[in-house]
């Protein structure tokens, strides 16, 4: 994968989470994509799952600021984040990835799981994409890529894997919106 579709992967994602539009990303624009990813939901913020959620989305800003050299109450800026996450997913290895990423993943699975059996069907996959942004008509696509083991079921590794590929280019279906 070159740099350039990096770079561009990672730009999109610090755009969408820059939910301010700021141009630099702080501790609220990770609490406003939790809140935005739990309203399309439908969920109260005082849910059990929206609390998990924003609770994961405050672990990562943490772990991003701290890996910046800033603090837990300042900001990144796109050069920062781009340097931080591009070193997360190409020097780092997955162990670290898995680690900064797991709990936003494992927090997204709790608030789309609506059979309560820790996996994501399509329908509740379909869900996820719609409130990230991306258009319901490729959900079913999307769903069949990421389904590795093809057992109508995504996992959690299989939904960390799907996320890991897609930013090393390896895995090209929208995840982003």
């Not at 672990?59 to 931080?84: I, K, N, P, T």
């Not at 898995?98 to 509740?124: M, T």
Request: charged share 25%.
């Amino acid at each position: 994968m070159s740099t350039e579709i990096a770079n561009d992967r990672l730009k999109k994602r610090f755009e969408k989470w820059d939910t301010n539009g700021s141009g630099v990303l702080d501790r609220g624009d990770f609490e406003g994509e939790a809140a935005k990813i739990a309203e399309s939901f439908g969920k109260s913020p005082d849910s059990p799952e929206v609390q998990a959620l924003n609770g994961a989305f405050q672990g990562l800003f943490d772990h991003l600021a701290r890996e910046a050299g800033a603090s837990e109450q300042g900001s990144l800026s796109q050069d920062q984040f781009l340097g931080v996450t591009g070193n997360l997913i190409f020097s780092k290895g997955e162990a670290d990835f898995n680690r900064a990423l797991g709990p936003v993943v494992q927090a997204l699975i709790g608030l789309c799981d609506q059979n309560a059996d820790g996996k994501i069907n399509s329908e509740e996959f379909a869900s996820w994409l719609t409130a990230v942004g991306v258009e319901p008509s490729l959900a079913q696509g999307v769903f069949e890529q990421v389904d590795t083991n093809g057992n109508g079921e995504l996992s959690q590794d299989e939904l960390l894997a799907a996320v890991r590929d897609y930013h090393y280019g390896r895995l090209d279906v929208e995840l982003l919106g």
